[in-house]
Nanobody, 123 residues
Framework: QVPLVESGGGLVQAGGSLRLSCVAS????????MAWFRQAPGKGREWVAT????????YYADSVKGRFTISRDNAKNTVYLQMNSLKPDDTAVYYC????????????????WGQGTQVTVSS
């Protein structure tokens, strides 16, 4: 069983929107903080957003603040990333991750990683 599975990636034009989903299986989802990361070709993995286990506290990278929204539905074991006003620089493989604490998760200290979903934004 794969603990985290992302979906919702695809090809969109600049200025468009996309919503990513990450479904968790076989882990106590409601006790974990969740985060989204991305990695573009030739670049390192970049933190995008984090949400606390209760879904109240959220944090965003400056590069996506005001455009992306992270949310979660603990009843569905799912975390979402709503991406609006997409730019070509947003093109990357997007990964979800789960961790016990918000701060370590932000720097990549995750207990679980998904396998990623490709987002491509054309100009």
């Amino acid at each position: 069983q794969v603990p985290l599975v992302e979906s919702g990636g695809g090809l969109v034009q600049a200025g468009g929107s996309l919503r990513l989903s990450c479904v968790a299986s076989g882990l106590p989802f409601s006790t974990y903080a969740m985060a989204w990361f991305r990695q573009a070709p030739g670049k390192g993995r970049e933190w995008v957003a984090t949400i606390g286990s209760g879904g109240v506290i959220t944090y965003y990278a400056d590069s996506v603040k005001g455009r992306f929204t992270i949310s979660r539905d603990n009843a569905k074991n799912t975390v979402y990333l709503q991406m609006n006003s997409l730019k070509p620089d947003d093109t990357a493989v997007y990964y979800c991750a789960a961790g016990q604490r918000v701060a370590p998760l932000r720097i990549g200290a995750a207990a679980y990683w998904g396998q990623g979903t490709q987002v491509t934004v054309s100009s």
